[in-house]
């Protein structure tokens, strides 16, 4: 097992954890590096880069120096296509678009990929992917069939599947800016389910929003939408303060 999913899984081993996750376009160099470190030092537990299609090798490398001047935590790289890999993060979330249409989004890009991941050191997360209803712009770009909200056992199998495929986590993926969150009643049912780490992003704006998921049985929250909105004010400290408020229990 490699070192930022042994950190991620210790983490975890006491409670939920929360992700940030910093565009490199719109936040870039030592903008995201001062993005990390407030984010962090409110208690975020990881940091991830990505977000925008067509992010640049040069725009995320920068970037990712940067977070890794300004904080301790792993950097993960929550990628795009091959294109926006850099040696500079500590890690890639390895993922495939479990419910998409289109093939190279599957698996043909991450075969492409899968070298250059060796290559350049980056440690592999494998993640089973997940688009929910309305998907936005991620539904859109990744041919998403998307799983409608009021049908959680649609959900339930797939993220199964990406389980006894082998990998590590499952991703319940709203979309960015999404009007509301993943459906409490989506998150449960996939919980009761699954046997590896649970993450939900999407819609996440408030602590409420926070509350309602972890009470849901997510483990691992993702905002990005929020602090690009807001910055690290109201909202983003609610929904962090739930995170620790939960892991304390």
Same mark, same amino acid.
Do not use: C
């Given at each position: 097992?490699?070192?930022?999913?042994?950190?991620?899984?210790?983490?975890?081993?006491?409670? *939920? !954890?929360?992700?940030?996750?910093?565009?490199?376009?719109?936040? *870039?160099?030592?903008?995201?590096?001062?993005?990390?470190?407030?984010?962090?030092?409110?208690?975020?537990? +990881?940091?991830?880069?990505?977000?925008?299609?067509?992010?640049?090798?040069?725009?995320?490398?920068?970037?990712?120096?940067?977070?890794?001047?300004?904080?301790?935590? *792993?950097?993960?790289?929550?990628?795009?296509?091959? @294109?926006?890999?850099?040696?500079?993060?500590? +890690? !890639?979330?390895?993922?495939?678009?479990?419910?998409?249409?289109?093939?190279?989004?599957?698996?043909?890009?991450?075969?492409?990929?899968?070298?250059?991941?060796?290559?350049?050191?980056?440690? /592999?997360?494998?993640?089973?992917?997940?688009?929910?209803?309305?998907?936005?712009?991620?539904?859109?770009?990744?041919?998403?069939?998307?799983?409608?909200?009021?049908? /959680?056992?649609?959900?339930?199998?797939? $993220?199964?599947?990406?389980?006894?495929?082998?990998?590590?986590?499952?991703?319940?993926? +709203?979309?960015?800016?999404? /009007?509301?969150?993943?459906?409490?009643?989506?998150?449960?049912?996939?919980?009761?389910?699954? @046997?590896? *780490?649970?993450? !939900?992003?999407?819609?996440?704006?408030?602590?409420?929003?926070?509350?309602?998921?972890?009470? +849901?049985? $997510?483990?691992?929250?993702?905002?990005?939408?929020?602090?690009?909105?807001?910055?690290?004010?109201?909202?983003?400290?609610?929904?962090?303060?739930?995170?620790?408020?939960?892991? @304390?229990?």
């Amino acid at each position: 097992m490699g070192r930022v999913l042994s950190y991620l899984e210790d983490r975890l081993s006491k409670g *939920p !954890v929360h992700l940030t996750l910093i565009d490199p376009d719109k936040s *870039p160099g030592d903008k995201a590096g001062e993005l990390a470190k407030g984010a962090v030092e409110l208690g975020s537990d +990881a940091i991830m880069l990505g977000g925008s299609t067509g992010i640049s090798r040069e725009r995320m490398s920068q970037a990712a120096r940067a977070v890794r001047r300004a904080v301790r935590v *792993p950097s993960i790289i929550f990628p795009e296509g091959p @294109g926006s890999l850099t040696p500079d993060a500590d +890690a !890639v979330f390895f993922m495939s678009l479990l419910n998409s249409r289109n093939l190279e989004l599957v698996i043909r890009a991450q075969a492409r990929a899968a070298p250059h991941v060796k290559a350049m050191g980056l440690e /592999p997360i494998p993640l089973g992917y997940l688009v929910i209803a309305p998907g936005m712009r991620v539904g859109e770009v990744g041919d998403a069939d998307v799983v409608p909200r009021e049908h /959680p056992e649609i959900a339930v199998g797939y $993220a199964l599947a990406a389980e006894y495929l082998g990998m590590r986590m499952v991703y319940l993926e +709203a979309g960015s800016g999404a /009007p509301s969150p993943v459906p409490e009643e989506m998150v449960r049912a996939v919980r009761s389910a699954l @046997g590896v *780490p649970l993450i !939900v992003g999407g819609g996440i704006r408030t602590a409420a929003d926070a509350r309602r998921l972890l009470s +849901a049985g $997510a483990q691992a929250l993702v905002t990005g939408t929020v602090t690009e909105e807001e910055g690290l004010g109201e909202g983003f400290q609610g929904i962090v303060g739930e995170v620790k408020r939960s892991r @304390g229990r």
